[in-house]
T-cell receptor, first 113, second 115 residues
Framework: KAGVTQTPRYLIKTRGQQVTLSCSPI?????VSWYQQTPGQGLQFLFE???????NKGNFPGRFSGRQFSNSRSEMNVSTLELGDSALYLC????????????FGPGTRLTVL | AQSVTQPDIHITVSEGASLELRCNYS??????LFWYVQSPGQGLQLLLK??????LVQGIKGFEAEFKRSQSSFNLRKPSVHWSDAAEYFC?????????????FGTGTKLQVIP
């Protein structure tokens, strides 16, 4: 099976712009979670989608949003970018059961100038 | 709220030496515990996980971890480190409630391996 894929791998934006990141889960996986990784804050949970519904959310401002499509692919959007949004954004997929393991993609490196 | 502490930010070991990475958690019930490894420029790879049962868990790449409830710890060990083990290691605790899981990660330990 192919692993979790994320596009693009690298992205450079300027303050005030918006950005959309994409994640394709492992085939058959219905849950997609998003994490932000920064040197200062480490790995922080953004949100999780399961069967096109957000079922869990971390403590991020409303500028961070996401969605999931019927094929389980997910996108996350960040509007009005700030310098502090520069980070590695990781996506993880799992079948969606309570004890299922999350499998991570390689991440999208976002740089905000 | 659950939390995970990895007290060692950076560890250096010689190739062939043994390794122990520390992890302490704070959670009211028996947690679900994980160790992940991240190589530079890569995503996270699961090394091992503990849900219940035998408190000594075997993982991939020769790693093992032991769950000690009395110490709220889940330390990762490897008897003989290889140069390719140089990476960042993350301990995580999972809360499973209402049919979904929320995983909280520690801040990570960077492992340097010297010849």
């Amino acid at each position: 099976k192919a692993g979790v894929t994320q596009t693009p791998r690298y992205l450079i934006k300027t303050r005030g712009q918006q950005v959309t990141l994409s994640c394709s889960p492992i085939s058959g996986h219905r849950s997609v979670s998003w994490y932000q990784q920064t040197p200062g804050q480490g790995l922080q949970f953004l949100f999780e989608y399961f069967s096109e519904t957000q079922r869990n959310k971390g403590n991020f401002p409303g500028r961070f949003s996401g969605r999931q499509f019927s094929n389980s692919r997910s996108e996350m959007n960040v509007s009005t970018l700030e310098l502090g949004d520069s980070a590695l954004y990781l996506c993880a997929s799992s079948p969606g059961g309570t004890t299922d393991t999350q499998y991570f993609g390689p991440g999208t490196r976002l740089t905000v100038l | 709220a659950q939390s995970v502490t990895q007290p060692d930010i950076h560890i250096t070991v010689s190739e062939g030496a043994s390794l122990e990475l520390r992890c302490n958690y704070s959670y009211g019930a028996t947690p679900y515990l994980f160790w992940y490894v991240q190589s530079p420029g890569q995503g996270l790879q699961l090394l091992l996980k503990y849900f219940s049962g035998d408190t000594l868990v075997q993982g991939i790449k020769g790693f093992e971890a032991e769950f000690k409830r009395s110490q709220s710890s889940f330390n990762l060990r490897k008897p003989s480190v290889h140069w390719s083990d140089a990476a960042e290691y993350f301990c995580a605790v999972g809360l499973f409630s209402g049919g979904y899981q929320k995983v909280t990660f520690g801040t990570g330990t960077k492992l340097q391996v010297i010849p």
